[in-house]
T-cell receptor, first 114, second 115 residues
Framework: AQSVTQLGSHVSVSEGALVLLRCNYS??????LFWYVQYPNQGLQLLLK??????LVKGINGFEAEFKKSETSFHLTKPSAHMSDAAEYFC????????????FGTGTRLKVLA | AAGVIQSPRHLIKEKRETATLKCYPI?????VYWYQQGPGQDPQFLIS???????DKGSIPDRFSAQQFSDYHSELNMSSLELGDSALYFC??????????????FGPGTRLTVL
């Protein structure tokens, strides 16, 4: 069965510092993985997705993620945090049948300190 | 660009009442999903439709039902509301050629409060 685990429900970084949000997956087949961001009282916005084309995926707002099969990981990074990055981040994996619904991780709330 | 539209954005109901949430997918998207996000929780899949037919079903209570209409909009009907139904309900849609790598486009959500 597909699942994702996000380590760290809360992460705080200083403005300008590296952002690292962790996601590990479990999948019986090669996975399709996604990172979404959710700002307060808003919907989910896609940051980036892994579809097996390339292991290093670049997304919007300077975020990127690297798929590591050996580590079953898909961690999200950004070299320099900005105050506007403060939000909730969700990692998701698709279930490989039917309409490919998402299974989400429990989310990581990122706080950026001035 | 057109986005997923959900209405209403906010809804307040009493226990045991009914609620209807509406979702208008992005034009030409053929798959619609419903998710429920409780306070401080991750979104949980409820149900999905492909070409107006129910496709997948998640942990959706029997008190809830949903359908997709000929114009592709979808409605989530919730009866005998309970306090625990208070949540943010998201609708998402995805384009034709559904496969695992198709991203889902999310609406802004409907915040349901049950008093």
């Amino acid at each position: 069965a597909q699942s994702v685990t996000q380590l760290g429900s809360h992460v705080s970084v200083s403005e300008g510092a590296l952002v690292l949000l962790r996601c590990n997956y479990s999948s019986s087949v090669p996975p399709y993985l996604f990172w979404y961001v959710q700002y307060p009282n808003q919907g989910l916005q896609l940051l980036l997705k892994y579809t097996s084309a390339a292991t290093l995926v670049k997304g919007i707002n300077g975020f990127e993620a690297e798929f590591k099969k050996s580590e079953t990981s898909f961690h999200l990074t950004k070299p320099s945090a900005h105050m506007s990055d403060a939000a909730e981040y969700f990692c998701a994996v698709t279930v490989p049948s039917g309409t490919y619904k998402y299974i989400f991780g429990t989310g990581t709330r990122l706080k950026v300190l001035a | 660009a057109a986005g997923v539209i959900q209405s209403p954005r906010h809804l307040i109901k009493e226990k045991r009442e009914t609620a209807t949430l509406k979702c208008y997918p992005i034009p030409r998207h053929d798959t619609v999903y419903w998710y429920q996000q409780g306070p401080g929780q991750d979104p949980q899949f409820l149900i999905s439709f492909y070409e107006k037919m129910q496709s997948d079903k998640g942990s959706i209570p029997d008190r809830f039902s949903a359908q997709q209409f000929s114009d592709y909009h979808s409605e989530l009907n919730m009866s005998s509301l309970e306090l625990g139904d208070s949540a943010l309900y998201f609708c998402a849609s995805s384009p034709p050629g559904t496969s695992g790598h198709n991203e889902q486009f999310f609406g802004p959500g409907t915040r349901l409060t049950v008093l």
